[in-house]
């Protein structure tokens, strides 16, 4: 497995990663965005935070990324550790002092996994997004990463 920065070019492989959650509630997102989109999401947010690739074989796995709060994250086989550690340790040397993380719930897994980095709970909005016929809760979780 080899990690990489992500490049607009990547898009259509994030999608195909993506598109597996367009009909849970792990995301807001109702229709999945366009190539052309996800490829300006990919120039726009690796324009000044980390956008990382899982790959193996020339195939990608998984993806991570920061931007900035109030905007808009997926993994398996524990590529989410990998793949969040790299990205705090990124934004940690690039300045940032708090990362957040934003979980719609119930979402267990990727509750977890910020808990098991250190993430603590900040708050929750109650019945924030409406999605597959149910008022869905969204939870953030703090960790500070520099001084």
């Known amino acids: 497995m080899h990690i990489r ?8 492989a994030c999608l195909a990663v993506y598109a597996q959650y367009i009909d849970t509630s792990i995301t807001f997102e109702t229709v ?7 490829s300006g999401r990919i120039r726009s947010y ?6 990382l690739i899982a790959e193996e074989d020339g195939h990608v796995l998984a993806y991570a990324y920061a931007h900035r709060a109030q905007e808009r994250a997926a993994y398996g086989r524990g590529l989410g550790t990998k793949l969040y550690t790299l990205l705090l340790a990124l934004l940690q ?9 934003v979980v719609t719930m119930p979402n267990d897994a990727s509750s977890a996994l910020h808990q098991k980095l250190g993430f603590r709970v900040l708050g929750t909005y109650h019945n924030t997004g409406y999605k597959n016929g149910r008022w869905l809760d969204v939870v953030w979780f ?3 990463i520099g001084s």
């Open 93 to 101: 040397k690039q300045g940032v002092r708090t990362a957040y993380g």
């Open 5 to 12: 920065f992500a490049d607009p070019g990547d898009a259509a």
């Open 46 to 51: 690796g324009a000044v935070y980390p956008w």
């Open 142 to 144: 703090e960790k500070p």
């Open 32 to 38: 999945l965005p366009s190539e052309a989109e996800f």
